[in-house]
């Protein structure tokens, strides 16, 4: 149980057009879910925390209107990056708790983002 | 401020020895503390957890962590390791308040045969 599923695992662009990174639980209902975004050799930097149906907490120094975060459904969340460039190559990552585990954030496997 | 802190950057042990990575805390209140293993190119896959109860947590893959609240700590220890436990090692608090886990700086855990 509580698996987290991502996609696109990886995808390559042109600097300038926006990417789209979608993240579902399988099989639970998320109330919250959370995008990291990791550098390479580092740990997880948290972007936002998203709960179904409400807008997105950023934390400080992500950009809103860069990183569009929906949490329309209690299984989807998606998280778009806009006019992509090169320095939003990165390893994004969410996680989802809900359920009878509230309290533990289950990952998916990471989206791997190149931006030319 | 809640932390962790993972003093070491890489642990090295021979395949069949006992492992350990360490983990200390620093939270206000009673903590949840959390391990998670990252292999290349993926997310976290979840190893064990402590709320409440037994200091002593089981969890996944024959790995076992130790709630010690007089040191702060939760190490995570695998009596006898395996090459393929060789990985990136990640302990974390979840703070209460806003449920967002706090993540250590993550510790590589190389196994050699």
């Known amino acids: 149980g509580a698996v987290v599923s991502q996609h696109p695992s990886w995808v390559i662009c042109k600097s300038g057009t926006s990417v789209k990174i979608e993240c579902r639980s399988l099989?639970?209902?998320?109330?919250?879910m959370f995008w990291y975004r990791q550098f390479p050799k580092q740990s997880l930097m948290l972007m936002a925390t998203?709960?179904?149906?409400?807008?997105?907490?950023?934390e400080q120094g992500v950009e809103k209107d860069k990183f569009l975060i929906n949490h329309a459904s209690l299984t989807l969340s998606t998280l778009t990056v806009t006019s992509a460039h090169p320095e939003d190559s990165s390893f994004y990552i969410c996680?989802?708790?809900?359920?009878?585990?509230?309290?533990?954030?289950?990952f998916g496997p990471g989206t791997r983002l190149l931006v030319l | 401020a809640q932390s962790v802190a993972q003093p070491e950057d890489q642990v090295n042990v021979a395949e069949g020895n006992p492992l350990t990575v360490k983990c200390t805390y620093s939270?206000?209140?009673?903590?949840?503390l959390f391990w998670y293993v990252q292999y290349p190119n993926r997310g976290l896959q979840f190893l064990l957890k402590?709320?409440?109860?037994?200091?002593l947590v089981k969890g996944s893959y024959g790995f076992e962590a130790e709630f010690n609240k007089s040191q702060t700590s939760f190490h995570l220890k695998k009596p006898s390791a395996l090459v393929s436990d060789s990985a990136l090692y990640f302990c974390?608090?979840?703070?209460?308040?806003?449920?967002?886990?706090?993540f250590g700086t993550g510790t590589r855990l190389q196994v050699f045969p």
């Open positions: 099989d639970f209902q998320a109330t919250t």
């Open positions: 998203s709960n179904e149906g409400s807008k997105a907490t950023y």
């Open positions: 996680s989802a708790s809900g359920g009878a585990n509230q309290e533990t954030q289950y």
């Open positions: 939270v206000s209140g009673n903590p949840y």
């Open positions: 974390a608090v979840r703070d209460i308040s806003t449920d967002k886990l706090i």
């Open positions: 402590y709320i409440t109860g037994d200091n």
